[in-house]
């Protein structure tokens, strides 16, 4: 792994006894001494750190850097006010998910996160299209969530985001901290951007809380799925558009037909029409009967007599705070309707599975 790259915390995650596995050109842990499921299950009782500074930080400055990268998302940039973070698309012509991101406004500045396995595509996407862009090599990025991740990181800085997307500029003695109030877990949380030579320092400050512990990308990522959030690169792609996607929700007023700035992105006319229209196949919730999970990659049948398949699941585990298989795919937009019972082909058997609404557990996000 020795071409692997490695966060500012990589000798602490190895100090705590974590995994570490190559993932998006990193070397990053998956999970701790507890395991998946015990982690999964602290960060919903409790408080997780997470280690993301494999995501890439990007800073767009100067006049004119909102209304620049508006021309690259269906979201509204130039409307978003300072203290104020938002959830984005880059897409491209045939209106396809180039990657999600967010994008937070810190009065002189945005601050762009976007995926660790796209983040150079992104930036050389940025760059053709001519945003003056600032990708930042020396800070570290770490999440806080769960349901006591506010005192934790209360105790730690002294101060924090009062609301959902709301951001913050804090100092401290661990260095300026860019703290946004979100979270790719369900729960309230926050991520910070901190100076990478301080990173090991504040993580350490964080974990002497003693509701803190140390959660690997396992649980992460069954976290997000029980959360119905989508995963870059399986439950959205270059080929998934945002109304296939389900994310309707992030395509601003100000940009749909009829808003004050619509259209002018990559994709537009296309995505339009879906909104018009509606797309042909939907993201879906699926509940697996039984406790074995269905994984990516699992064919979708519309009934057990069916020869053709209708979809795939695009991410599918056991889900630790319900106890029971969890997963989302594709199909067609009539079947995908709460109740529908599918069928789908796991090791040659045809399985039961039923349409479901997302999220699978709820949110706890301080609106």
Excluded at 45 to 54: I, M, N, Q, T
Excluded at 103 to 110: C, E, K, P, S, T
Excluded at 176 to 203: C, H, K, M, N
Aim: charged share 20%; hydrophobic share 45%; aromatic share 6%.
């Amino acid at each position: 792994m020795t071409d692997l790259k490695r966060t500012p915390l990589y000798a602490l995650n190895e100090e705590l006894g974590g995994k570490m596995v190559p993932f998006a050109g990193w070397e990053m842990p998956v999970q701790f001494a507890p395991g998946v499921m015990k982690e999964h299950l602290h960060t919903r009782a409790a408080c997780g750190l997470f280690d993301v500074s494999h995501m890439g930080q990007v800073i767009l400055r100067g006049a004119g850097a909102a209304e620049a990268l508006e021309a690259l998302v269906p979201v509204d940039i130039a409307g978003l006010k300072p203290g104020r973070q938002r959830y984005a698309l880059f897409t491209n012509d045939a209106g396809g998910i180039l990657d999600d991101l967010m994008v937070a406004n810190y009065g002189d500045r945005l601050l762009l996160v976007v995926n660790a396995a796209n983040a150079e595509a992104d930036i050389a996407h940025m760059r053709r299209a001519g945003l003056e862009i600032e990708p930042l090599e020396d800070r570290a990025l770490l999440a806080v969530q769960g349901p006591a991740a506010e005192a934790v990181l209360e105790a730690a800085t002294g101060a924090v985001p009062a609301r959902f997307m709301d951001v913050a500029e804090v100092e401290t003695s661990y260095g300026d901290l860019w703290i946004s109030r979100s979270g790719y877990t369900g729960e309230d949380g926050f991520e910070v951007s901190v100076p990478a030579s301080q990173a090991e320092a504040f993580a350490r400050k964080l974990l002497a809380h003693e509701a803190c512990e140390p959660i690997g990308l396992g649980a992460r990522d069954s976290l997000r799925l029980e959360t119905g959030l989508p995963l870059h690169g399986h439950d959205i792609d270059e080929g998934t558009t945002p109304a296939e996607a389900a994310l309707t929700f992030a395509l601003s007023k100000a940009r749909r037909p009829g808003g004050a700035r619509a259209g002018g992105y990559p994709g537009a006319e296309i995505i339009a029409a879906q909104l018009e229209t509606g797309p042909e196949r939907l993201r879906t919730g699926l509940l697996p009967e039984g406790r074995a999970p269905m994984r990516e990659g699992v064919q979708l049948f519309a009934s057990e007599e069916a020869t053709e398949p209708a979809g795939a699941i695009t991410s599918g585990a056991f889900a630790p705070s319900l106890q029971r298989p969890v997963a989302m795919g594709y199909l067609p937009t009539e079947l995908a309707k709460p109740g529908t019972q599918i069928t789908a082909e796991l090791r040659g058997k045809r399985m039961p599975l039923a349409c479901a609404p997302m999220p699978f557990q709820p949110s706890t996000y301080k609106r």
